[in-house]
């Protein structure tokens, strides 16, 4: 089955500390981006990715970073400058390119919730 | 203004229930509109997409009024299953496409 895969589902981090969060996706999609969301809030656009070796930052990328070495792959770095990182945060991708039948529609991965200790 | 905004609710009803969710948008370039559903703890999925015809799957009725740059979701006989968190996204082509998500509207539905 296609699909996106986030890991670890669960982490935790102490401060200071730099985690990776894992996203994979086998959907054949152009696109990738990386969100957050805070409790009673929307998502928020971390970095984003219509291709591979190119990457743009988002609204919040603040203390973060990516790669996008491969087109199945879209890792996030949550470093030390983030002063808030605690949160649950969604890998997505899509087709990406403005295709005739594309819609935009977002697929997304699991999620990978971070507490910070 | 948020460019996204809904009514956070939280809305609760009684199962059978009849409920409309509301959505505006403040870029009336935005050129895809849908409904994702998040279960708590969850991921978003899609609900469906939002054309301006109206669209209707089963128990949902989507609407889209450009003009007005407003979006709603009806939700009919509402059931338990239903409780969730419904989001409101609008995309914008912008060479690529931007998504915009809603803050969310949370509903309950009760026995």
């Known amino acids: 089955d296609g699909g996106i895969t986030q890991s670890p589902k669960y982490l935790f981090r102490k401060e200071g500390q730099n985690v990776t969060l894992s996203c994979e996706q086998n959907l054949n999609h152009d696109a990738m981006y990386w969100y957050r969301q805070d409790p009673g809030q929307g998502l928020r656009l971390i970095y984003y990715s219509q291709i591979v070796n190119d990457f743009q930052k988002g609204d919040i990328a603040e203390g973060y970073s990516v790669s996008r070495e491969k087109k199945e792959s879209f890792p996030l770095t949550v470093t030390s400058a983030q002063k808030n990182p605690t949160a649950f945060y969604l890998c997505?991708?899509?087709?990406?390119?403005?295709?005739?039948?594309?819609?935009?529609?977002?697929?997304f991965g699991e999620g990978s919730r971070l507490t910070v200790l | 203004r948020k460019e996204v905004e809904q009514d956070p609710g939280p809305f609760n009803v009684p199962e059978g229930a009849t409920v409309a969710f509301n959505c505006t948008y403040s870029?009336?370039?935005?050129?895809?509109f849908f409904w994702y559903r998040q279960d708590c703890r969850k991921e978003p999925k899609l609900l469906m997409s939002v054309y301006s015809s109206g669209n209707e799957d089963g128990r949902f009725t989507a609407q889209l009024n450009r003009a007005s740059q407003y979006i709603s979701l009806l939700i009919r006989d509402s059931k338990l299953s239903d409780s969730a968190t419904y989001l409101c996204?609008?995309?914008?082509?912008?060479?690529?496409?931007?998504?915009?998500f809603g803050a969310g509207t949370r509903l309950f539905v009760k026995a």
């Open positions: 997505a991708s899509s087709i990406g390119q403005p295709y005739i039948q594309n819609t935009g529609e977002l697929f």
């Open positions: 870029n009336s370039a935005s050129q895809s």
């Open positions: 996204v609008v995309t914008l082509n912008t060479g690529g496409f931007k998504t915009i």
